[in-house]
């Protein structure tokens, strides 16, 4: 079964510090991984996805992600954190295999970024 | 382009009630989803379509119906409304043939009191 696993409700930033937003995984096969953001009262932007190939992905607003196979993780960074980037960050994971399209999701991690 | 759009926005009803929750895409994705977002949970899969008239149950199914008659309308009857129904609701769309993201609505806060 596929499952994600976000293992911090909240993360607590400076502004101007990197950031780091924790994501493991477990698929049978091989995964396609993704990042959501959520901002209040809004439904959910996508990020950035892996697909194959290069382990550092870049998406929207600065984002960034690395996959790491051996550990199953997919750990959301950014350089420089912005309050703005204050939001509910989504993990999510396909099976390559799966022709359903669904997704799995995690349970969220909070991001607040302090000025 | 208005993407993909929810009605309502906000519902409040009863115990008991049936509901509809409405969800409309212009993109004419072939895939769409009904999830529901509940603190600790993430989000949760209900039901997904892959095309006009093909449904599936998710993760959560019980206590919701869903039909598909036209590929750009997917609603969401909660037959007899619980109070554990009361979450918010997203619908998301995704064309096929390849590792697409999926596009949210903007969501619907339900209580069911």
């Known amino acids: 079964a596929q499952s994600v696993a976000q293992p911090e409700d909240q993360v607590n930033v400076a502004e101007g510090n990197p950031l780091t937003v924790k994501c493991t995984y477990s698929v049978s096969g091989n995964p396609y991984l993704f990042w959501y953001v959520q901002y209040p009262n809004r439904g959910l932007q996508f990020l950035l996805k892996?697909?194959?190939?290069?382990?550092l992905v870049k998406g929207s607003y600065g984002f960034e992600a690395e996959f790491n196979k051996s550990q199953t993780s997919f750990h959301l960074k950014k350089p420089s954190a912005l309050v703005s980037d204050s939001a509910l960050y989504f993990c999510a994971v396909r099976d390559i295999g799966d022709s359903s399209y669904k997704l799995i999701f995690g349970s969220g991690t909070r991001l607040l970024v302090r000025p | 382009d208005a993407g993909i759009t929810q009605s309502p926005r906000y519902k409040i009803t009863e115990t008991g009630r049936q509901v509809t929750l409405m969800c409309h895409q212009t993109?004419?994705?072939?895939?769409m989803f009904w999830y529901r977002q509940d603190l600790g949970h993430g989000l949760r899969l209900i039901y997904y379509?892959?095309?006009?008239?093909?449904?599936d149950k998710g993760e959560v199914p019980d206590g919701y119906v869903v039909s598909r008659s036209k590929t750009e309308n997917f609603p969401l009857t909660l037959e007899s409304a619980t109070r554990s129904q009361t979450s918010v609701y997203f619908c998301?769309?995704?064309?096929?043939?390849?590792?697409?993201?999926?596009?949210f609505g903007p969501g619907t806060r339900l209580t069911v009191l």
């Open positions: 892996y697909i194959t190939g290069d382990n």
């Open positions: 379509s892959a095309a006009a008239d093909i449904t």
């Open positions: 998301a769309s995704t064309r096929s043939g390849g590792p697409n993201e999926q596009f």
């Open positions: 993109w004419s994705h072939s895939y």
